[in-house]
């Protein structure tokens, strides 16, 4: 589950990858349009919807935090 999810994050934005911080957006590896690209290409991914609430900074904060976050979605 987590590969699958690192490859999309991938193939939106390779530097994710490489990016150790705790503040993507803000170091600017990460913009909000690319936010929405990882978030729609997730939910196709998985035939899920993430809901909008949890489209925040903190659950986009580096990889971890997206896998972190998806890995509760598809628990829920």
């Known amino acids: 589950m987590e590969e699958k999810i690192l490859k999309i994050i991938e193939e939106i934005n390779p530097d994710i990858l ?13 913009d909000s ?6 978030v729609a290409a ?3 991914e998985f ?11 903190e659950n986009f904060a580096n990889k971890d935090a997206i896998v972190k976050m998806m890995l509760s979605v598809l628990d829920a």
């Open 42 to 44: 997730l939910e196709e």
């Open 47 to 57: 035939d899920i919807e993430i809901d909008a609430s949890l489209v925040v900074a």
């Open 18 to 30: 490489k990016y150790e911080g705790n503040t993507m957006m803000e170091d600017g590896t990460v």
């Open 33 to 38: 349009f690319e936010v929405i690209d990882i």
